[in-house]
């Protein structure tokens, strides 16, 4: 119960905090007390993820040929069996106000 309520936080970042082509931050939450690694998506290249790791973000790469699969928490051939690829979920590009939408959703 609680790793698919942390999933469910999770994803509801995902969802609100998606990197824009233009931004160089993420918004993605990274909290010290999450007890073991997380990973997200980098939009601008997708052979690249965000590991969120005792409170700090570190952006690092996949290997060669693969893409990152924010579900599976890892990186994957971007096959069409692979529903939450970055590529896939590139068309959502809303960073704009992370802040307000964690509140509402009771983050």
């Known amino acids: 119960m609680k790793q698919t309520f942390f999933l469910a936080n999770c994803l ?7 990197l824009t082509a233009q931004s160089e931050t993420p918004c993605y939450p990274c909290d010290p007390s999450w007890p073991r690694p997380i990973y997200y998506p980098d939009f601008k290249d997708c052979a690249y993820i965000w590991e969120c790791s005792n409170g700090a973000l570190t952006r690092t790469s996949c290997d060669a040929g693969l893409v990152f699969d924010f579900l599976m928490q890892a990186c994957v051939p971007d096959a069409p069996e692979m529903l939450f690829t970055c590529a896939k979920l590139m068309g959502q590009t809303s960073c704009v106000n992370a802040t307000a939408a964690a509140a509402a959703s009771g983050l």
């Open 12 to 18: 509801t970042w995902l969802t609100v905090c998606i």
